[in-house]
C-alpha cells in the first residue's frame, strides 16, 4: 500500500464500496457533535478523568478537554445508576441510552417496531403523523403495462404542505378506477392483479389525506397470435412505453430472421419459432439482447425494458454542508445521488464527479490529493474542498398530466432527475487521528484497527426528493464528455450531523472469492434504504482486509471475536426513508479502498435483506447472510469478427466458469467510447454457454466496437447474478422476460448476490522513447505498457507484445516478443531492439498477440517511428 492509496483510507473506503450505489430541511432534533447523539453531561473543563464529578462515571475527554458519561454497559446510563449525576437525555427517551465505545449515547430507534404504539420517525418514538398532513404524492411507477394474469406493484410517497417529507402512519388507500384490475393496500405499497384478457386502461389511484395521486396501467389483450412473439418495450426507469424501437429476431447462428418496430403504445409483434434472440435497437436507448428464449414456450410475450444513453445529457446537484463544526476537525464526506440497482453498470461519469488537484494542510505537513467532486475535505488549516459537485441519473420525474391525458408519456417525459441527496460525512478530532494515517507504516491491519473506530463520528444525511434538470453535454458527440459546467445543477446544501451512524453491529462475511489463484484481500459492507422511484440510499458501511493470513476470511478484527467477521456502523432510515426496505450488500473486491477508478476490478458481492439495523456493537449475535458470494466471471470470450477466429464462431460469446456455480443469469455489457451500450441477457449452462449476436441492422451502430476511426473493440464487463423471488425460488430469465409477477425492469430488486469482472479492452501505450522521431543505439531496450489484457502464455494468459519493424537496414522481417517485466509493472514490457538493426525512421509497432502468436482481431497496435543508431 502506498502512502498515496494509504492516506485516503477511509475516503477511499466511501468512494470504491459506494459508487457502486432546494436547500435541506433543518433539524429540529439534531444530534450533537463528536460520536453525533451523545447523552448530555457536565462540560466542566478536565485534564483527567479526576477532574470530573464521579470519576467512576465520567471521563475526560482528550480530545476536547471536558467531561462526558462514560459507561460499560447500557445499565451505567440509567437513573438507578448514575444517582444525582443521571442523564435527563437517557431518562426521558422512551428507548433510554446505550454504551457505545464508553459513552452513554442516546439509543434509536430503526423501525415501527420498536415503538410500540408509536412509529419511529429521525431515529425517534413519537406519535405517528397524520395523513391529513399530506399536501401532494407521487406514485411509482408511474406507468405500467400488463396482460391477464400480470402483477403489478405500485408505491407511493408523500410530502405535506412544505413540500418536506411525510411517512404517515396509516391513512392510505389505494383502488384502481376499473374491474379488469383487482387487489389494493393501504400502506405505502400496493399490488394490482390483471384480471380481464380484454384490452383496457386502469388507473392506479393513492389517495393520502386530501392528497390524490395515480399512475396508469395499459392492459393488453391476453392472446398472442400463433408463431408470433409480441415484444413490449419500455423505459427502464419510468416504465413509459417506448415508440420507434426496432426489434429484431435472430437465431441461434446471429442471423436476423425478422425485424419489427414498435407502436406508440411500446408494443410489436415478431414472428420469431424455437430459440432465438430477441434485441431491441433504438439510437438514444442502449440496446438489450435476450438470448435463448423459446419462442413458443410460456405467454409469447417479452418485456424488454432499455435505459438512457448516459453520456448525453448531464445534471445534478451543487452545495455545501450546513453547520458543520468549527474546530479542530478533520472533515471527510462523500455525497451522491441515489440510483438504482447495483450500480456497476453504470459509467464513472454518473456514479461521482470529474476529478480535481487539492491541497491541504494537516500536522504541519502540505498535501495534494486528486478527488472527486462530490467528496468534501478540510482540515483545521485548509479548507480543501469543501463544496460538492455531484452527477445524477435521469428518471423520476413524470408527471401527472402524462397520465390524465393519456397522451403517449414517451415523447413528452422531461429530461431531468428525481433522486434522493445522501450523503456520509465525518468530522473527526484531529487528537483521534491515528499517527500511520500519514505515515510510513505497512501495517495494514494495524492501520484499518485505527480507522475503524472513527466512524463514530460519521453522520448520515439525506434529502430525499431532489429534482435536477438535465442538458445536452458538451463534447459529448465527438466521445470527449466535458462536466465542468454545473451552472445549471440543483443548489442543495446538506445538513452536517442529520443522523448518527448509532447502530453499530457485527456482520458474517462468507467464505472470500478467489480470483486467478488468491482469495480476493478486500471486503466492504454497506447499509442502504430501496427507495421506490429514487433508488438505493446507503447509511453506513464498514470494511476490511485479508492480508493476514491471506486465508479465506478477512483478518480478524480489534475487539472481535474470531476472523470473517467485520463492524458495521449504520443510520437508521430518517428524513423521509422510513418504512422502506433495509439491505446489506457485502463486497469482497481485488482493490483496495482508494479513490483511484478501479480498472479491471473483480468484485463479488451479496445483497442481503435486513429487517432493521441492530445495536450489537461486540457481535454477540452476528448478522449471518443467506447465501455466499458466486465466483468471479471470470474466462469469457467473444469473437468481434465476423468471421471464424480461434475456437470461436462469428460475433460468439462464449463463457465458461470452472467453479460451475455462476447464479441465474449472465450479463454481459459492451460499452463503446460514447458511453453507448449494448447489454446482453443469457442462462449460461453446459448446453448453451454461448451467444452470437447479430449485426446491428443499418442505420444503428455496431456497439461491440468502440466507435474510433481505427474500429477497435469496446469497452466489456461481464456479471454473474442470482435472482431469487422473495420465497428464495430461482427466476429465470424466461420467468423475468414474461413479466407476470416478476419483471426485468425489477431485475436488481430481485439480485441476491452478484459478482461482475471488469474486462476493460487490450491497449497498448509506448513509455519509452516517449515520441516519435527520437533516437536510440543498436540494441537498446524500448518498453510498451499493455492495459486491459493478462500478458503470459495459455491459459492463465491472454498472450504477448510482439515488435516489428518496417525500414532500415537489417530489420525487416525481424520480430521482437515481449515479457511482462514486474519490476516495472504488471502490465510492462520491455523489448530489446536486435544488434543487427539500424537505419534512420524506422517504424516499431508494438502489436498484441495470444499464445499461439496471431495477432488479436480487431488489432491492438502502436507505431512508433525511431532513428536506430
Not at 11 to 18: E, V
Not at 419 to 447: I, M
Not at 825 to 847: F, I, K, M, N
Request: contains cysteine; glycine residues 12%; proline residues 9%.
Amino acid at each position: 500500500m502506498s502512502a498515496h492509496t494509504r492516506a485516503p483510507l477511509l475516503l477511499g473506503l466511501l468512494g470504491l464500496c459506494l459508487a457502486w450505489a432546494g436547500c435541506a430541511q433543518e433539524d429540529a432534533d439534531g444530534f450533537g457533535p463528536g460520536g453525533g447523539h451523545e447523552a448530555p453531561a457536565p462540560s466542566s473543563p478536565c485534564s483527567v478523568d479526576e477532574d470530573c464529578p464521579d470519576p467512576a462515571l465520567f471521563f475526560c475527554n482528550a480530545a476536547t478537554s471536558r467531561c462526558e458519561a462514560s459507561c460499560r454497559t447500557a445499565l451505567d446510563c440509567g437513573a438507578e445508576r448514575r444517582g444525582t449525576f443521571a442523564l435527563g437525555e437517557c431518562d426521558r427517551n422512551p428507548l433510554g441510552c446505550q454504551c457505545d465505545e464508553g459513552k452513554c449515547v442516546v439509543a434509536l430507534c430503526a423501525a415501527d417496531a420498536a415503538c410500540g404504539a408509536q412509529v419511529c420517525r429521525d431515529g425517534r418514538c413519537v406519535a405517528p403523523p397524520p395523513a391529513a398532513q399530506a399536501a401532494t404524492c407521487q406514485v411509482t411507477p408511474a406507468f405500467a403495462v400488463g396482460r391477464q394474469g400480470t402483477q403489478a406493484r405500485f408505491h407511493v410517497v408523500v410530502n405535506d404542505a412544505q413540500g418536506q417529507p411525510l411517512v404517515p402512519g396509516g391513512g392510505i388507500a389505494w383502488k384502481a378506477s376499473s374491474e379488469a384490475v383487482s387487489g389494493g393496500g393501504e400502506g405505502t405499497e400496493a399490488l394490482f392483479t390483471v384480471v380481464t384478457p380484454e384490452r383496457s386502461t386502469a388507473r392506479i389511484e393513492a389517495r393520502v389525506g386530501g392528497a390524490l395521486c395515480a399512475a396508469q396501467l395499459s392492459i393488453l389483450a391476453a392472446p398472442v397470435e400463433a408463431r408470433g412473439v409480441r415484444v413490449v418495450v419500455t423505459e427502464e426507469l419510468s416504465g413509459t412505453p417506448l415508440p420507434e424501437v426496432l426489434v429484431a429476431v435472430s437465431t441461434e447462428e446471429g442471423l436476423l430472421s425478422g425485424t419489427g418496430t414498435t407502436d406508440a403504445e411500446g408494443v410489436a409483434l415478431v414472428s420469431a419459432t424455437g430459440r432465438v434472440n430477441l434485441t431491441a435497437f433504438h439510437p438514444e436507448y442502449g440496446y438489450l439482447t435476450l438470448a435463448n428464449l423459446d419462442a413458443e414456450a410460456g405467454t409469447r410475450e417479452v418485456r424488454m425494458p432499455l435505459r438512457r444513453n448516459p453520456l448525453e445529457v448531464h445534471g445534478g446537484i451543487q452545495g455545501q454542508f450546513q453547520n458543520r463544526p468549527v474546530g479542530p476537525y478533520l472533515h471527510m464526506g462523500l455525497i451522491g445521488l441515489s440510483m438504482p440497482g447495483q450500480g456497476v453498470e453504470r459509467v464513472e461519469a454518473q456514479r461521482r464527479g470529474p476529478r480535481e488537484a487539492v491541497t491541504f494542510e494537516l500536522s504541519g505537513q502540505v498535501r495534494t490529493w486528486e478527488l472527486p467532486t462530490n467528496v468534501t475535505l478540510a482540515t483545521p488549516a485548509t479548507e480543501a474542498q469543501v463544496a460538492y459537485v455531484v452527477p445524477g441519473l435521469e428518471g423520476g420525474c413524470a408527471g401527472e398530466p402524462v397520465v390524465a391525458t393519456g397522451e403517449n408519456p414517451g415523447r413528452l417525459a422531461p429530461r431531468c432527475g428525481m433522486r434522493t441527496a445522501w450523503a456520509l460525512a465525518g468530522d473527526v478530532p484531529t487528537a483521534e487521528l491515528p499517527p500511520d494515517l500519514f505515515g510510513a507504516s505497512q501495517d495494514t491491519t494495524q492501520l484499518l484497527a485505527q480507522t475503524i473506530p472513527l466512524l463514530r463520528h460519521f453522520h448520515s444525511s439525506a434529502v430525499r426528493d431532489v429534482r435536477f434538470p438535465l442538458e445536452p453535454l458538451p463534447g459529448a458527440p465527438e466521445g470527449m464528455p466535458e462536466f465542468r459546467d454545473t451552472r445549471h445543477y440543483t443548489a442543495v446544501n446538506l445538513p452536517a450531523m442529520q443522523m448518527p451512524l448509532g447502530f453499530p453491529f457485527v456482520v458474517r462475511v462468507p467464505t472470500l472469492p478467489v480470483y486467478r489463484g488468491a482469495f480476493l484481500k478486500n471486503a466492504f459492507v454497506v447499509g442502504a434504504v430501496d427507495v421506490p422511484g429514487r433508488g438505493r440510499v446507503p447509511l453506513g458501511l464498514g470494511l476490511a482486509v485479508n492480508v493476514a493470513p491471506a486465508d479465506p476470511n478477512t483478518d480478524l478484527q480489534a475487539g472481535l471475536s474470531a476472523p470473517g467477521l467485520v463492524a458495521v456502523r449504520m443510520a437508521p432510515a430518517h428524513h423521509g426513508l422510513e418504512g422502506q426496505p433495509y439491505r446489506l450488500i457485502v463486497l469482497a473486491s481485488t482493490h483496495a479502498a482508494t479513490l483511484e477508478a478501479p480498472v479491471g476490478q473483480a468484485v463479488s458481492a451479496v445483497v442481503e435483506p435486513l429487517a432493521a439495523p441492530l445495536f450489537d456493537p461486540r457481535g454477540s449475535t452476528p448478522v449471518t447472510l443467506s447465501s455466499g458470494f458466486l465466483p468471479i466471471p471470470d474466462g469469457a470470450r467473444y469473437n468481434f469478427e465476423p468471421g471464424p477466429s480461434g475456437m470461436l464462431q462469428g460475433r460468439q460469446f462464449w463463457f465458461t466458469n470452472g467453479s460451475g456455480r455462476v447464479g441465474t443469469l449472465l450479463r454481459v455489457s459492451f460499452t463503446n467510447r460514447f458511453g453507448r451500450q449494448w447489454t446482453v441477457l443469457y442462462e449460461p449452462s453446459l448446453e448453451t454457454p454461448s451467444v452470437r449476436l447479430p449485426v446491428p441492422p443499418a442505420p444503428f451502430e455496431d456497439r461491440t466496437y468502440f466507435g474510433d476511426l481505427t474500429g477497435t473493440r469496446s469497452l466489456l464487463w461481464v456479471q454473474a447474478l442470482a435472482v431469487r423471488a422473495p420465497d428464495g425460488k430461482r427466476l429465470s430469465l424466461a420467468m423475468l422476460a414474461e413479466g407476470q409477477a416478476a419483471s426485468l425492469a425489477e431485475l436488481d430488486a430481485f439480485t441476491r448476490a452478484f459478482a461482475v469482472l471488469d474486462y476493460r479492452r487490450p491497449e497498448l501505450t509506448w513509455l519509452t522513447p516517449e515520441a516519435d522521431g527520437q533516437s536510440v543505439p543498436r540494441g537498446a531496450t524500448v518498453r510498451v505498457r499493455t492495459t486491459g489484457f493478462l500478458l503470459g502464455p495459455a491459459p492463465e494468459g491472454e498472450g504477448f507484445v510482439q515488435l516489428s519493424f518496417v525500414g532500415g537496414e537489417g530489420c525487416e522481417g525481424l520480430t521482437v516478443r515481449g515479457e511482462r517485466n514486474a519490476a516495472q509493472g504488471p502490465g510492462d514490457v520491455e523489448l530489446r531492439l536486435p544488434a543487427g538493426c539500424s537505419g534512420s525512421d524506422v517504424a516499431l509497432t508494438a502489436t498484441l498477440v495470444d499464445s499461439s502468436g496471431l495477432p488479436l482481431r480487431p488489432p491492438v497496435a502502436y507505431t512508433r517511428r525511431l532513428h536506430i543508431l
